[in-house]
């Protein structure tokens, strides 16, 4: 029976049934209602576990950062700027290879100061060793911090649940929420087999001299690979638990055999499928959605965009002096197909600019026209800027 | 006699004794820092996880393979320390383990960069023993004056000249911003003095909540002495008045180590080359000397320091006690 809840509130209720031990919030809009709504869980009693409010997102990684190594499953959240802050402890906690989750509620990074919605924060993070995992709506929300759990004490990387900002964590959605059962049957307790312990004391965190570095970095690298099936796995495991998929590594919605693709993250993805699902020419369109950016599914883009001609990406951030981000990995991916797809790489939707139905046809129209597919802000309006500028 | 000793020797061999930190690591010969460590770990005892800031402590211990630590030992970044010891204990607390979590930072991984993180660990009550090894400047990356540096002092990013004399600023009073916290225990120790440092840490993992410890160490290399005198310099900045070793409890004064016979500072400050250019004859050196003596007898007033002759727990006899009994003072 679906409830109305809102993202934010579908999100703590989802990490308590996961049951935490130890919580680190510290407050960034529009991440609040979710570290809001566990601290009225713990008041509540309906959540055991020790709430730690900190003074930074400096020290909200770095508590649970401590409380998983010590044997504790940890959570935290965060939003733009607090990513930022918190990003020399994301690499370090992805370097000592400790199990944990975190929901990112995407937002802008500031100059210009914005609080709304896009994936520049967890952009900027993407090679600090996490596994990053984008949600389309809020029901993938739920579902996917559960697997998260899973992921994470699986293969002992830490998960990043990224979130779009206002558009789902403050949207009230019908949403089903799992069972304590449920969540229980599939998420067994956290045992964490490198945890602190007096009884068999080791060292973390140890430096370590140019004999050996190359060697943690290669195998940091290969446990994200090798993540990609712990992915699918807990994607596939939990849909026979609850009826429902996330979309693995990536979902495709659309005809086998169009000829144009669309490629996003996150909840650009239901405006997408609104659009296409009204529009007279989707036989020819399929529409990508990239649910694991880290690792990158290379595999799985190919073998979704084999025979297109056209590949459109949309993404919410981009490279300053280089253009999309996404775009740039989806191209590599794509290199070594025998027809490789003419992409379009388009940043859409910066700063919480709204993403509306038209982008669909405003898309197709760019590809109809023909000419430059170079990187572009699609939705800027140039005649606001100066001319040097457009 | 000499049956005897060897027999003792024997006997002690035999004695299993507790180790959290062993020898064949990498630090400096005379390295007030390693001294100190060993001491806090010994008294601590093996039901202890440590939290180590960056810092010459993390990496003369740990280089990969190899490490010293016999207890839990995690190091993660510079500046997080106090917020890593702060995980950790939440961890313990909802797994209901009694273990103590103790943190270990340098001075500028306690008074600057690791400054924000100390003070929400104490604002928070987490039952965490804070140690800060202070041996007054960032030796680590060599010798870079931190707040901890005392004023005068050079440091390669303080170095006296033409229009310098040293380090500008005066140290920072990190006991007393600590002791704000009005935590259950804060108190400064030094190596020179191992049966209060002892006692103090004794003290603090009695205590359940948080508590501070900032332990006067030198660093030979970085004060310019011989490693053989570490102990030396230690003891002379305890009896000169610069580094008077104090109790805190909730922020209140509660206990301060006497000075038997107050030493004029510069019997400290000429056995380092830190402190070289303050005894050259110019107008300027002779201010900074006379500053530090205020300094000096500032901290003698202010705690009551000076003792009433003499007493088994001054700075003369203090350590000598607790070797083996006055008969030997």
Known sequence: MPKALEGSQAIARTVALCRPQVVAAYPITPQTHIV?????????GELECEYVSVESEFSAASVALGAAAAGSRAYTASASQGILLMTEVLYNIAGLRIPMVMTCANRAVSAPLSIWNDHQDSMSVRDAGWIQLYCADNQEAIDTTIQAYRIAERTELPVMVCVDGFSLTHTLEPLELPTQEQ????????????????????????????????????????????AAEEVVAADDDWA???????????????????????????????????????????????????????????????????????????????????????????????????????????????????????????????????GDNGFRVFDADLSKLPPEDR | MEGNDNALAALR?????????VSGHRACLGCGEALATRLVVETCGPDIMIANATGCLEIFTTPWPESAWRVPWIHSLFENTGAVAAGMEAALKAQGRQTKVVAFAGDGGTFDIGFQALSGMLERG????????????????????????????????????????????????????????????????????????RQKVRRAMSISGPTFLVIHSPCPLGWGHDGAVSIEVARLAVQTGLMPLIDLERGELTGAMPIRTPRPVTDYLKLQKR???????????????????????????????????????????ADTVQRGGMHYA
Do not use: W
């Open chain 1, 183 to 226: 969540v229980d049957g599939f998420l067994p307790p956290f045992q964490f087999q490198r945890a602190l312990d007096p009884r068999q004391p080791i060292s973390m965190g140890t430096l370590v001299s140019p004999d050996f570095y190359p060697e943690a970095r290669h195998s940091h690298h290969q446990a994200l690979i090798n």
């Open chain 2, 126 to 197: 987490h039952d965490v023993l804070f140690v800060c090894f202070d041996n007054e400047a960032y030796m680590n990356t060599g010798i870079q004056r931190s707040s901890s540096t005392p004023h005068a002092a050079m440091t390669t990013t303080s170095p006296p000249g033409r229009e310098r004399m040293g380090k500008r600023h005066l140290k920072k009073d990190i006991i007393s911003i600590v002791a704000s916290h009005h935590i259950p225990y804060a108190a400064t120790a030094s190596v020179a003095y191992p049966s209060d440092l």
């Open chain 1, 36 to 44: 809001e709504n566990i601290a009225r869980l713990v008041a509540d």
């Open chain 1, 240 to 370: 026979a638990v609850c009826g429902r998929h996330s979309g693995g590594l990536l979902k495709v919605e659309g005809s086998e055999d169009a000829e144009i693709g669309i490629l996003t993250l996150g909840s650009i993805m239901g405006t997408l499928l609104d659009a296409h699902e009204q529009h007279p020419d989707q036989g020819k369109v399929k529409l990508i959605q990239l649910r694991c950016f880290r690792p990158f599914p290379f595999e799985a883009i190919k073998e979704a965009c084999r025979g297109l001609q056209h590949l459109v990406v949309l993404e919410r951030a981009l490279s300053p002096g280089s253009g999309g981000i996404v775009s740039n990995e989806v191209q590599a991916a794509l290199s070594s197909l025998e027809q490789t797809p003419r992409i379009y790489s388009f940043a859409v939707g910066l700063g919480g600019r709204d993403v509306p139905l038209e982008l669909y046809q405003h898309v197709l129209d760019a590809i109809a026209r023909g």
């Open chain 2, 13 to 21: 061999k035999a004695q299993p004794r507790f180790q959290g930190i």
């Open chain 2, 275 to 317: 402190f070289a250019h303050l005894f050259a004859d110019t107008p300027e050196a002779h201010t900074e000397l006379e500053h530090f003596q205020a300094l000096a007898d500032h901290n003698i007033e202010k705690f009551g320091l000076l003792g009433i002759g003499s007493q088994s727990q001054d700075t003369e006899g």
